[in-house]
């Protein structure tokens, strides 16, 4: 069995993306081709440690056909500092462009402000005069990366 596939998550303050091949006995093997891709993207908790229940739940990333190609885009959530810090942290919208690569077109995008990301959630709907109904062409994955803490009360 041989393949690939490709993985984007969000890794602490960083997002990297892999490479994924079935190697000869079955094997996973990784590798990180983010920089390669056109990722360049900081994920900023905003934490102040003080364990606001925001800072707790981390970002999000969807994969979804943002400009109708019919190839998967990118969107990765990004936070803000909760105390400003002197420096920007904003979400970010990768095209991509068919050749294992990206092209970050979040300038103008109506993302390229800064806000508090907790997460998302991507829909592809289609509207005619008539109906309102969900694509069934598009292909929307979205995840949500969160930390959770666990207490016991005693």
Not at 49 to 55: A, D, T, V, Y
Not at 92 to 117: C, K, P, Q, W
Request: include cysteine.
């Amino acid at each position: 069995m041989s393949g690939f596939g490709w993985i984007v998550g969000g890794l602490g303050l960083g997002a990297a993306m892999l490479l994924a091949a079935v190697v000869p006995g079955g094997r996973i093997q990784f590798s990180d081709v983010t920089a390669e891709a056109g990722i360049r993207f900081t994920q900023n908790s905003g934490r102040a440690g003080k364990k606001w229940l925001p800072e707790t739940l981390g970002s999000g990333c969807a994969f979804f056909d943002a400009d109708g190609d019919g190839w998967p885009d990118i969107l990765l959530i990004n936070s803000k500092d909760w105390t400003p810090r002197g420096r920007r942290s904003l979400s970010a919208l990768y095209r991509n462009n068919h050749d294992g690569t990206f092209a970050n077109i979040t300038a103008g995008s109506g993302l390229d402000v800064e806000m508090y990301g907790m997460g998302v959630a991507v829909a592809i709907t289609t509207t005619t005069a008539a109906t309102t109904s969900t694509s069934r062409r598009s292909k929307a994955t979205a995840c949500s990366t969160t930390k959770a803490t666990a207490s016991s009360a005693t």
